[in-house]
C-alpha cells in the first residue's frame, strides 16, 4: 500500500479526535497551512496535499505522488495523458513543465507549489484503455500506450506538433500490443487520426502494428488528410494505403 498526501477535513477530525469541535479542527488546519505543512488542493472543499519539509521550497511534493488520492476524489475516470503520459512509458525527449491529465468534464488548469496540472476534456476517458503504474510513492492510472500515441496525433499542435508526436511514436512503437491498438481506436472513433497512426507505424517499419490499424480502418471511409493539421496540403506526396498527405518534414524536431 502508497503512501497518502491528501486528506479530507473529515479525515483529519476522526484522525486527531477533533469531530466534536469543528471550531478546533479548523483552526489546527490552519496553523498547519500558515507554516506551510499543508496546502488546499480543493478551495472550498475541504481537501488538503500534506508538504513534508523536504519540499517546503518547491511548495509540494512531486504531482505523482498524489495525482491518483486527489482525482479520485473527484472524478470516477481520469488519466494521465500525452507528454507526461509518453514520459512515464520511458519517452523523454522533452521536458515537461505540467502534469497533462485527461478528464471527463472541463477544469481549470491548477498550480500548487511550483508544479502545473493542465487538464484535457475527454469524454471518453472512462472507455479508454488505461494502465496502472506503480510510482515512488503509490500509483497512477496511465492512458495505455496505444491510447497515448493516438491522443499526441489528435492534439499535436497543443503538445509542440506532429513532429514530437512521431519522435514519441517511434520510441513507443514497440510496446504496442494488437488488444491495446484495436480497443484504443473502438474508443477514440477517430478515422483521421488513426490514418495518421497507421501512416507513420508504417513509415517507420512497424508493419504488424500498422497492419492491425488497416484493419480497424477497412470498414471506415478514409478521406484524405493531413498529416500536420496546422500546414497546408498543397504540392505534398500523398500515401494511397493511408491517403495521408506528407506535409511536413518529420526530421526536424524541435
Not at 479530507?8 to 496553523?31: C, I, M, N, P, W
Not at 478528464?103 to 508544479?115: A, D, E, K, N, Y
Request: with cysteine.
Amino acid at each position: 500500500m502508497g503512501a497518502h498526501y491528501c486528506f479530507s477535513s473529515e479525515q483529519f477530525e476522526a484522525l486527531t479526535g477533533r469531530e466534536t469541535s469543528v471550531s478546533a479542527s479548523r483552526a489546527a488546519l490552519h496553523r498547519l497551512h500558515v507554516h506551510g505543512f499543508i496546502k488546499p488542493l480543493a478551495h472550498g472543499a475541504g481537501f488538503w496535499l500534506i508538504v513534508p519539509p523536504e519540499h517546503l521550497d518547491r511548495g509540494a511534493p512531486p504531482v505523482l505522488w498524489w495525482l491518483h488520492d486527489y482525482l479520485i476524489q473527484k472524478e470516477d475516470a481520469y488519466q494521465l495523458a500525452l507528454l507526461s503520459a509518453a514520459q512515464a512509458y520511458g519517452s523523454s525527449h522533452f521536458a515537461v513543465l505540467e502534469t497533462q491529465v485527461f478528464v471527463p468534464v472541463s477544469r481549470r488548469v491548477l498550480h500548487v507549489g511550483v508544479f502545473r496540472l493542465r487538464f484535457f476534456c475527454k469524454q471518453s476517458v472512462a472507455q479508454a484503455p488505461t494502465v496502472t503504474l506503480s510510482t515512488e510513492k503509490t500509483r497512477v492510472r496511465v492512458s495505455s500506450v496505444a491510447t497515448t500515441l493516438i491522443d499526441l496525433l489528435r492534439h499535436a499542435p497543443v503538445i509542440g506538433g506532429i513532429e514530437r508526436a512521431a519522435l514519441i511514436l517511434q520510441d513507443l512503437a514497440s510496446k504496442l500490443t494488437p488488444e491495446d491498438i484495436s480497443e484504443s481506436l473502438n474508443a477514440a472513433g477517430d478515422v483521421a487520426a488513426a490514418q495518421r497512426f497507421g501512416y507513420l507505424l508504417d513509415l517507420y517499419g512497424h508493419r504488424k502494428p500498422a497492419s492491425r490499424v488497416e484493419k480497424w480502418l477497412s470498414p471506415h471511409r478514409m478521406q484524405r488528410t493531413r498529416l500536420d493539421v496546422s500546414s497546408p496540403a498543397a504540392d505534398f506526396q500523398v500515401s494511397q494505403r493511408w491517403n495521408v498527405v506528407s506535409n511536413t518534414n518529420l526530421d526536424r524536431i524541435d
